[in-house]
């Protein structure tokens, strides 16, 4: 019967509509799963096994009314412990918020329960956020599915996970710098940044508004579609979020005529491990048997963009907890009063200039994208290392070493990453679109008729259930 925790999304609600399994059901096999495997993991920072029972049920009762909520009714998800959830602790990560039971729901939980998901756990993560690899010093680091030694990468490390090995759906997760994607690429499974204000960010505690991104982690690219038509939407307790009424869901794709990739080597390639690249190459080559063309092309301004980013993340972190830092400075993690020092030294004039450089590079690229589909890439660049090799001066530059994520949250565009295969240290390697504002439908049929045309695809989340966990 574990089985059917491997199946897409839109495969097991049609059983649970034609009474085939029942959300009570399969909410148990998902916390039989979890007791199996999270204590070896180390993917939540708190199983809601009660509480997801207690909406299993209601979930039945409704069913038994002829009432389904959406297209995720009985679904167990994930939710990253950075999101309030209504009378269950929101943690951040931190000692100092391990107590803290928030009262009400942030809206994109609000919306996966309206949809009928059950909220299984709140996911572990770096502390607030702040990092590339789930090592957290208060509630124990997240380990990779396919090799304990190593992380999961970060921040959202515990919910790529829950998700890669069946202990939920989906899960959703934040990304500032790619905190969506690293983990998804280095654990095996799909990951989807939207554009920024597609998603409302009411009830995430912020890393850097500017920059932050929520949206959702997956085995497959159609339960990404799902999951963020579901939490996609204007709220006007985020006046970041737009009122956009086109759907995410898309129809398949057969091949890839007509379609062109941008490439900039100079940039996706800079510090890849052979074996990374191979991989890649690969995909490439895939890619261009299915009819799309990967083309040359520049990105100017690209590194002051980044270096911009840089500046931008820790100057809008310290505002954030400034007040907090003159309370519980000595219940921070090392890493993170590394970031502190730095980002208290950037000035109010280098903040400003850099977010004009920033400006100035998105409607370049915005230029450079012109008649292309996506760029393409890598998403990790580095296999995962060892947990507890890090040191604090890492903090900031991780992200930037490990792949290839930060482009896209300088910038605000869609990114996607999706499986494409093993290095020779059977770890996984993640390709990436990115994608210009809101063309997420684009992505994603792009990403699914990738997903589709490989025929170790399957295999590969054959392994995943039968092997990694």
Same mark, same amino acid.
């Given at each position: ?75 167990? /998800? ?7 959830? &209504? ?8 000692? /100092? ?5 928030? =009262?009400? =729901? ?8 309206? #949809? ?13 956020? &702040? ?14 599915? %396919? ?38 690429? &280095? ?14 960010? #009411? ?32 709220? @006007? ?45 690969? #995909? ?74 920033? =400006? ?13 589909? #996506?760029?393409?890439? @890598? ?16 903090? /900031?530059?991780? &992200? ?27 770890? @996984? ?26 025929? %170790? ?13």
């Amino acid at each position: 019967m574990t089985d059917i925790l491997f199946e897409p999304i839109e495969t097991v609600v049609t059983h649970i509509k034609n009474n085939q399994l029942s959300p009570v059901e399969l909410t148990q096999l998902t916390i039989n799963q979890i007791h199996e495997h999270e204590p070896r993991l180390n993917a939540f920072i708190t199983v809601m096994a009660e509480e997801a029972m207690v909406q299993a049920k209601q979930l039945e009762r409704e069913m038994e009314n002829d009432q389904i909520r959406g297209p995720l009714h009985g679904i167990p /998800i994930a939710v990253k412990d950075i999101l309030q959830t &209504m009378g269950v602790r929101t943690t951040s990560g931190s000692k /100092i918020f391990e107590g803290w039971i928030p =009262d009400e =729901d942030a809206a994109a939980v609000q919306k996966l329960r309206e #949809a009928g998901a059950i909220i299984i756990g709140k996911a572990n993560l770096h502390e607030f956020a &702040m990092g590339a690899t789930t090592e957290n010093p208060h509630y124990g680091s997240t380990k990779n599915p %396919w090799d304990g030694t190593r992380i999961p990468g970060g921040s959202s490390g515990g919910s790529a996970v829950a998700t890669a090995t069946g202990m939920a759906f989906g899960a959703v997760g934040t990304d500032t710098a790619g905190s969506i994607r690293l983990p998804a690429a &280095m654990c095996g499974t799909v990951g989807l940044k939207p554009t920024y204000g597609l998603v409302s960010r #009411a009830g995430c505690l912020p890393f850097s508004w500017s920059l932050d991104h929520v949206g959702p982690m997956t085995r497959t690219v159609k339960d990404a579609a799902i999951m963020l038509e579901v939490m996609k939407g204007h709220d @006007p307790r985020d006046p970041s979020t737009l009122k956009r009424n086109d759907s995410i869901l898309f129809k398949p794709l057969t091949d890839l005529k007509g379609v062109k990739f941008g490439f900039y080597e100079p940039y996706m390639f800079s510090g890849i491990d052979d074996g990374v690249k191979n991989v890649i190459e690969q #995909a490439f080559r895939q890619l261009e048997l299915l009819g799309a063309e990967i083309v040359p092309i520049d990105l100017p301004g690209i590194e002051q963009a980044l270096d911009a980013l840089k500046a931008i993340a820790q100057a809008e972190v310290v505002s954030v907890h400034k007040p907090m830092l003159k309370k519980f400075s000595h219940l921070y993690g090392d890493d993170l009063k590394y970031r502190f020092e730095y980002g208290s030294e950037v000035s109010a004039a280098t903040y400003i200039h850099a977010q004009r450089r920033r =400006d100035q590079f998105v409607r370049k690229t915005l230029k450079q994208l012109s008649g292309l589909d #996506a760029l393409i890439g @890598p998403t990790n660049v580095k296999i995962p290392f060892e947990i507890g090799t890090m040191v604090p001066e890492m903090a /900031i530059s991780n &992200m930037f070493t490990l792949g290839k994520t930060p482009l896209a949250n300088i910038l605000g565009f869609p990114a996607l990453s999706v499986p494409c295969g093993f290095t020779t240290e059977n770890l @996984p390697v993640g390709l990436q679109f990115i994608g210009k504002p809101f063309t997420e439908r684009r992505l994603l049929q792009v990403g699914d008729c990738y997903e589709q045309s490989e025929d %170790w695809f399957k295999a590969l989340k054959n392994k995943f259930t039968r092997e990694a966990v």
